[in-house]
């Protein structure tokens, strides 16, 4: 098998097969995690990318939270009675949902890590 990375500098297209490739698991978490790394390489090209903060690209899914709550928790407190129950129902909903952003940021995190070393490993071997 080829290295998909053994060009002399890393392209676009060939990063997003190495995240398609290593992260390919069904998780919420990778997957929102993939989709915001791989459109974040599109929209500033990967040698853009390897050199910006994780933090610049991790105030996506904040903005993402955000929305997200926007739309969930009306939903639940648009009701006019609620019962402990449905109650504790609902917030473990919205801190799954919470905790799936987070494992995203996480992971997001690793991925644009480990591009970052195989751009690395790309420009010493060029």
């Known amino acids: 098998m080829t290295n998909p990375l053994s060009s002399e500098t890393m392209t676009n297209e060939e990063a997003i097969k190495f995240i398609i490739n290593e992260y390919d698991f069904d998780a919420k978490s990778v997957v929102l995690a993939r989709m ?3 459109e974040d390489i ?3 090209d990967v040698e853009e990318w390897v050199k910006m903060p994780v933090s610049a690209g991790l105030a996506e899914f904040v903005e993402h939270c955000r929305h997200a709550n926007e739309m969930v928790i009306p939903k639940y407190t648009n009701r006019v009675s609620y019962n402990s129950i449905e109650m504790e ?3 473990q909903d919205i801190t799954s949902k919470m905790e799936e952003v987070m494992l995203a940021m996480q992971v997001y995190a690793d991925i644009q890590e480990k591009i970052r070393e195989k751009f690395a490993e790309t420009k010493i071997t060029s």
């Open 36 to 38: 915001f790394a791989m």
């Open 42 to 44: 599109i929209e500033y």
């Open 89 to 91: 129902a609902s917030l």
